[in-house]
Antibody, heavy 121, light 108 residues
Framework: EVQLVESGGGLVQPGGSLRLSCAAS????????MHWVRQAPGKGLVWVSR????????SHADSVRGRFTISRDNAKNTLYLQMNSVRAEDTAVYYC??????????????WGQGTLVTVSS | EIVMTQSPATLSVSPGERATLSCRAS??????LAWYQQKPGQAPRLLIY???TRATGIPARFSGSGSGTEFTLTISSLQSEDFALYYC??????????FGQGTKVEIK
């Protein structure tokens, strides 16, 4: 069974930093592209970042480019999102997600339950 | 970034009726288009990928169509469990991905 378990969320001050982690199990982590998607309270889904299977290629949404960095450790089956210079508008539930298929491009087929990040002083 | 625009924002439908949701891309995404369903307090669920292929375990009453810039999700006969939010999303190897703003399907 595919499992994605996020951690690292919490309260952070504007301008601060936070690192989210996602522990993956139940599949061969190194074969799949991975993503971060966020959802502000009562709002829609916003794709944040993606990373290819070996970590050599990444892409970020315009709203976070230059501030957030996605990375992965295939030996530890773990996905990360380093969040720097956070803003109030970054407040959201952050979902770790996996591509539906090994062959890229592929839609998102599996989601974690999310971790809440609150940016406030 | 490609902008995905969904319509309508809210769709009021009676159980058993057909629901038709639209999604438009600001430039061609060929058929790299997915639809997701989200219920309150839950993570999204993949319904359709490749514009028209149902994901594993998705009932046949869900169908997708379109290519290029115009896409449609049709729910042929709405069941009580289908009242939810629906999002379209384009995906590819190079560009930043984006979701539409969502369509809420509510009971009429």
């Amino acid at each position: 069974e595919v499992q994605l378990v996020e951690s690292g969320g919490g309260l952070v001050q504007p301008g601060g930093s936070l690192r989210l982690s996602c522990a993956a199990s139940g599949f061969t982590f190194s074969n799949y592209w991975m993503h971060w998607v966020r959802q502000a309270p009562g709002k829609g889904l916003v794709w944040v970042s993606r990373i290819n299977s070996d970590g050599s290629s990444t892409s970020h949404a315009d709203s976070v480019r230059g501030r957030f960095t996605i990375s992965r450790d295939n030996a530890k089956n773990t996905l990360y999102l380093q969040m720097n210079s956070v803003r109030a508008e970054d407040t959201a539930v952050y979902y770790c997600a996996r591509a539906d298929a090994v062959v890229a491009p592929a839609a998102i087929g599996y989601w974690g339950q999310g971790t809440l990040v609150t940016v406030s002083s | 970034e490609i902008v995905m625009t969904q319509s309508p924002a809210t769709l009021s439908v009676s159980p058993g009726e057909r629901a038709t949701l639209s999604c438009r891309a600001s430039q061609s995404v060929t058929n790299n288009l997915a639809w997701y369903q989200q219920k309150p307090g839950q993570a999204p669920r993949l319904l359709i990928y490749g514009a028209s292929t149902r994901a594993t375990g998705i009932p046949a009453r869900f169908s997708g169509s379109g290519s290029g810039t115009e896409f449609t999700l049709t729910i042929s006969s709405l069941q009580s469990e289908d009242f939810a939010l629906y999002y379209c999303q384009h995906y590819d190897n190079w560009l930043a991905w984006t979701f539409g703003q969502g369509t809420k399907v509510e009971i009429k």
